[in-house]
């Protein structure tokens, strides 16, 4: 583990290899899964102020789901999660061209009709943060459909702390990206 600050990064940021292959994947890891993303409570605010935005674009179940139960719920672990349909696929996916997983939320901001990206937690993925009363600890969540990821950011020289600079840089700061950096180019150097 690496300490940046109050946080404990593991070191999979420094040693592995990443970068999203969506033309491989089609965004697989916004339907996969045994809940939806982990969100704030101010998260769940943006997202219900701007449902009017991209309600048009969401799924005719996934507007029922809404209507019914909102767009967050907690889940097993006690986390405040985006409510998803059908036992997984997240309420705010939709498809575009050759059943590409799309965000709604991301499209709309990619449209100028939001500021709001998307929840930090999807925007961090594969990361994952778990928040401690002193500290917060940022680890790799890795699984079968990511592998196309590591074979792209390898052939392409790309770590997965570069992969999520803007990500990173939004959670924590560009102090503290900066080093980040500068504990992974040591660490990659010692292992050499």
């Not at 048009?56 to 909102?70: F, V």
């Amino acid at each position: 583990m690496l300490q940046i600050q109050d946080t404990l990064v593991s070191l999979d940021l420094a040693e592995r290899f990443f970068c999203c292959d969506l033309d491989k994947c089609l965004g697989e890891c916004c339907i996969e899964g045994d809940a939806g993303a982990p969100i704030t409570e101010s998260e769940k605010k943006k997202i219900e102020e701007i449902l009017p935005i991209i309600w048009n674009d969401l799924l005719p179940e996934a507007k029922r789901e809404i209507e019914e139960r909102g767009v967050a719920y907690i889940d097993e672990e006690g986390d405040l999660v985006t409510s998803i349909i059908d036992g997984r696929n997240c309420v705010f996916t939709t498809y575009g061209q050759g059943g590409m997983c799309q965000c709604a939320i991301e499209k709309a901001c990619r449209a100028g009709k939001t500021d709001f990206l998307k929840p930090a937690s999807c925007h961090l993925y594969p990361v994952r943060l778990t928040e401690y009363q002193d500290f917060t600890t940022v680890n790799y969540h890795r699984w079968k459909i990511c592998k196309c990821a590591e074979i792209l950011g390898r052939s392409k020289g790309i770590r997965l702390y570069q992969f999520l600079k803007g990500p990173l840089i939004r959670r924590f700061g560009q102090a503290w990206y900066d080093e980040l950096v500068e504990a992974c180019e040591a660490y990659i150097d010692y292992c050499k």
